[in-house]
């Protein structure tokens, strides 16, 4: 198959592209650089499966694109991490909004099937716990984090409006915080800053008193159940992401005991909005997609600490 990945040259995308390629499909990876690096689809450039447009998905897509016979896209480009994505609000709520409504077009003029990469953070802060997919939310629309979680929202409504009109076949995974190799050392999500942290000696920053609850999941599952939602016949919204809690403190003295670090923590003002608790419900997942993530936390961080490592040029 002929498959088009936006954001392919991020952290999530770049493992979804390798995926891909693997499996012997044609890709097309389309990302503008923003937050996403050359160094993750190196390994490709010399494979003649491989295309890489660098574009911004706010502009007009290239004509060819439209005659290139495609037959899905995943749309995953868009700013993830809160610094990345509230250092130009306004920037974030054009990608994630105009964006989408131009890769829907894309969609509905080459016969693709569409999957959005959607987010846990449509349900805000949450007052339901865990998070099922038909809990509409508790989002501040107003605040630091709304230009992610609203526009996030907004492009689910376009994506299930654009199916409702022009009948293109859609898929919307809600992602919920995942972490591994590929990160930027400087991607400021909890996972890699900890880490980071830890093998440099500095202190962990902990905002709030890290009792905040977050559930980690690790990026092979997370792109494991991006594929099986877009062969599946299910729509969604699906939820992806690892149910096993952790408070934030908990994080932090996992990875100090992993990388044998003797940083210590030091506690930061709590980020507004910062949800409280997140869970993901996936009972959805584990019974339409036959889906379900099977690398721990502990696991997950032996996995990404040696990467980081080597990205520090520590050994
Ligand atoms: P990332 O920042 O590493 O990757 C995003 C990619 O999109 C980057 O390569 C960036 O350069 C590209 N991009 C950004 N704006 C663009 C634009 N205007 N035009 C073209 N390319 C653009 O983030 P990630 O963690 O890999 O997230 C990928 C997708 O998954 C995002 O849509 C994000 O909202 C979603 N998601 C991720 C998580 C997570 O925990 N990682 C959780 C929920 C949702
Ligand atoms: N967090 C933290 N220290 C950091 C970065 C994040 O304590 O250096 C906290 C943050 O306040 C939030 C949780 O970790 O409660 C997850 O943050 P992240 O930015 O990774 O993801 P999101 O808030 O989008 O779920």
Redesign the pocket.
């Known amino acids: 198959m002929k498959i088009l990945v936006t954001g392919g040259m991020g952290f999530i995308g770049s493992h979804l592209v390798t995926r891909l390629l693997q499996e012997g499909h044609q890709v097309i990876c389309l990302d503008n650089g923003y937050t996403g690096r050359r160094l993750n689809i190196q390994i490709h450039l010399d494979n003649p499966a491989f295309q890489l447009i660098l574009q911004d998905v706010v502009d007009p897509l290239p004509a060819a694109l439209e005659h290139s016979g495609i037959q899905q896209i995943y749309h995953l480009a868009c700013p993830a ?2 610094p990345h994505y509230q250092a130009d609000p306004i920037r974030t709520i054009r990608t994630s909004v105009w964006g989408t409504y131009n890769l829907l077009q894309l969609a509905q003029k080459t016969g693709a099937r569409f999957l959005l990469a959607s987010t846990s ?1 449509v349900y805000g802060d949450p007052l339901v716990h865990p998070q099922p997919e038909d809990y509409w939310g508790h989002v501040n629309p107003i605040g630091p984090r709304a230009c992610y979680d609203e526009s996030k929202r907004l492009a689910e409504t376009l994506a299930f409006d654009w199916q409702r009109q022009h009948s293109i076949e859609i898929r919307v995974a809600r992602i919920f ?1 995942t972490y591994g190799p590929a990160m930027r050392e400087d991607d ?4 890699s ?2 880490i980071v942290q830890a093998l440099r000696g500095d202190p962990l ?4 008193d ?1 009792s ?1 609850t ?1 559930s980690f999941c690790y990026v092979s599952d997370l792109v494991e159940g991006l594929v099986q939602l877009m062969k599946g016949s299910h729509t969604g919204p699906i939820n992806l992401g690892n149910p096993n809690e952790f408070t ?1 403190l908990e994080l932090a003295q996992q990875v100090l005991a992993l990388t044998g670090s003797a940083s210590v923590i030091a506690h930061h003002p ?2 507004e909005d ?2 409280k608790q ?1 869970q993901p419900d996936i009972r959805k997942a584990r019974t339409l997609l036959a889906w379900e993530p099977r690398v721990p936390l502990h696991e997950g961080l032996q996995l990404t600490i040696p990467y980081f490592r080597q990205r520090l040029g520590l050994g």
């Open positions: 991490s809160p953070e915080n400021g999500r909890v996972v800053n900890f920053t902990v905002y709030g890290g905040q977050r934030i709590l980020p910062d949800p997140r």
